[in-house]
């Protein structure tokens, strides 16, 4: 299966950290990430986890919900989390999947469907794949596919910067893709100036506060004029 940008998130219930969740209801009405990993007790991704972690509030400010995902069972991402915290100073403060049989590994495309029915015995190699990142809106839409190894400040810019793009078209009612034409120029000028999309989240913050009934319509002069 394989997911594009606008498609429904699928839907799933699976055990995790904090017991078990059913995908779109723990949604709810809020935006989330959902980020993946090949296997727990790897050498990059505990920093990955960790940064988030540190991370979680600005998440959280920018409403935002956080949820990762391993194949390995849960049992085994409780251990990880204490490793996380002992080597990152800060255990995962979001739920953590445990994706045993591969279901939503496959659900979301990042794993064949042909493959085996069991996290038993893989290894990071074989689950090398697994490590997609979605950003999915409060109307279940995929706005955002990482296909990468990102990490934590990587994500914290792109979420502001799906959610900014949402409330323009809301605001004017503008095409998708012409806005996405344009976000790309804006974000090509901020990158050529040195700044990225933290900065249009913070003045979109700044006029939220100033001016809370005119911020969304006003932002769009940010990414059309880039300024």
Same mark, same amino acid.
Not at 102 to 109: A, D, P, T
């Given at each position: ?5 606008? @498609? ?9 950290? @904090?017991?078990?969740?059913? /995908? ?14 090949? =296997? ?8 990955? !986890?960790?940064?988030?972690?540190? !991370?979680?509030?600005? /998440? ?21 989390? =204490? ?9 995962? &403060? ?32 074989? &689950?090398?794949?697994?490590? &997609? ?6 109307? =279940? ?46 974000? /090509? ?14 003045? !979109?913050?700044?006029? =939220? ?19």
């Amino acid at each position: 299966m394989s997911l594009r940008i606008g @498609d429904t998130a699928p839907d799933f219930t699976a055990q995790r950290t @904090d017991g078990t969740i059913a /995908f779109h209801q723990w949604l709810g009405d809020s935006w989330g990430m959902l980020f993946s990993h090949p =296997k727990d007790f790897t050498p990059v991704c505990p920093t990955e !986890l960790g940064a988030l972690a540190h !991370l979680k509030p600005e /998440f959280d400010r920018r409403g935002v919900k956080l949820i990762g995902l391993s194949v390995d069972p849960v049992d085994r991402h409780h251990g990880w989390a =204490k490793d996380i915290e002992e080597t990152q100073g800060a255990a995962p &403060n979001y739920p953590l999947i445990g994706d045993t049989e591969l279901h939503v590994s496959k659900l979301y495309g990042m794993l064949p469907a042909a493959a085996e029915t069991s996290s038993d015995g893989r290894t990071a190699a074989d &689950n090398q794949t697994v490590r &997609n990142i979605y950003l999915i809106g409060p109307d =279940k839409k995929i706005k955002l596919v990482i296909v990468s190894d990102e990490h934590g400040a990587e994500l914290r810019r792109s979420a502001p910067g799906d959610r900014l793009a949402a409330a323009h078209r809301e605001a004017q009612g503008l095409d998708a893709g012409k806005l996405a034409t344009r976000r790309g120029r804006h974000h /090509f000028r901020q990158r050529e100036r040195g700044r990225g999309p933290q900065d249009v989240s913070r003045w !979109l913050e700044t006029a =939220k506060a100033l001016h809370p009934d005119r911020a969304a319509a006003g932002a769009v002069g940010v990414v059309r004029d880039g300024r």
